[in-house]
């Protein structure tokens, strides 16, 4: 069974950072895609970041130069590093996990607030 968690999410003040962490387990993780997304309220869910089983990632435009996505393998486990965080950054943060071939599994999210 697959099972993707994430955690770390929270208030932070502006300017602040926050490390979010995904664990996709029942999945054969190496093989798999990642991403994140947010959604804020009345927004669509947008990219945030992505990353292939070889290591290329992906930013959206609004957070190039301040997040960083990063995984590792052992873990199974999918990293998100936001630094000097901004208001518009507020939103609840999802884990996509794509098993390349067998399916794409969503995590519950986890809020980021971030306060001015």
């Known amino acids: 069974q697959v099972q993707v968690v994430e955690s770390g999410g929270g208030l932070v003040q502006a300017g602040g950072s926050l490390r979010l962490s995904c664990e996709a387990s029942?999945?054969?993780?190496?093989?798999?895609?990642m991403g994140w997304y947010r959604q804020a309220p009345g927004e669509q869910r947008e990219l945030v970041a992505s990353?292939?089983?070889?290591?290329?990632?992906n930013y959206a435009d609004s957070v190039k130069g301040r997040f960083t996505i990063s995984r590792d393998n052992a873990k199974k486990t999918v990293y998100l590093q936001m630094n000097n965080l901004k208001p518009e950054d507020t939103a609840t943060y999802y884990c996509?996990?794509?098993?390349?071939?067998?399916?794409?599994?969503w995590g519950q999210g986890t809020q980021v607030a971030v306060s001015s």
């Open positions: 990353i292939t089983s070889g290591g290329s990632t």
């Open positions: 996509l996990c794509n098993w390349v071939g067998r399916g794409i599994y």
């Open positions: 029942g999945t054969i993780f190496s093989l798999s895609v």
